[in-house]
């Protein structure tokens, strides 16, 4: 008995370093077609850090298509896209406390609603390919108006432009949304 649970523990052993390999060869590929970015904003007192990961377009149908309109989306590949601020801001006519958020989204046609969650998902998406996002822990929740590009955006693009207001833009495709940061 004591031979055969040797040889159990073994096996499971290599499932467990096979399952770990493979996790992490997983993980690199789609981080090849999904790169890391981090996008920061630090000026007037406001220090703010986006991380998420850039799909492409690759010729497909974005909005509607690949991402449907009126499902939630994890604003990206790969892990949840996180939102960090060392100060509270006021999001549209939403405060939003100093603090870490996962930053999802509801793409619809003509607007899109935005979320601020105070949770961190280790990824964006679970097994069953639904998103992780639990709605009890949306902080802030605003929608904004949908822009139509002519010139399409080939990889998703998180930006902050500080023209006549703050605002933190996403594009990709062809749509472009701008939260408001006062």
Known sequence: ?????????????????????????????????????????????????VFYCRPSKKGRD????????????????????????????????????????TLWTIPNKERWTIIFNGKMYPWGMGWDQKVSREPEADVVKLDVPVQHLTTPVEQFTIAFEDEQELVMSLSWDDTRVEVPIN
């Open 62 to 101: 974005i909005f509607g298509g690949l991402e449907p309109y009126g499902v939630v989306w994890r604003t990206g590949a790969n892990e949840a896209t996180t939102f960090e601020t060392k100060d509270a801001l006021q999001i549209g006519q939403h405060n939003l406390p100093a603090g870490k958020y």
């Open 1 to 49: 008995m004591n031979k055969v649970l040797k040889w159990v523990l073994i096996v499971i052993g290599l499932l467990a370093v096979l399952l770990f390999a493979g996790f992490q060869y997983m993980k690199s590929s789609t981080k090849k077609a999904s790169p890391e970015a981090i996008v920061q904003y630090q000026k007037d007192g406001k220090d703010i850090e």
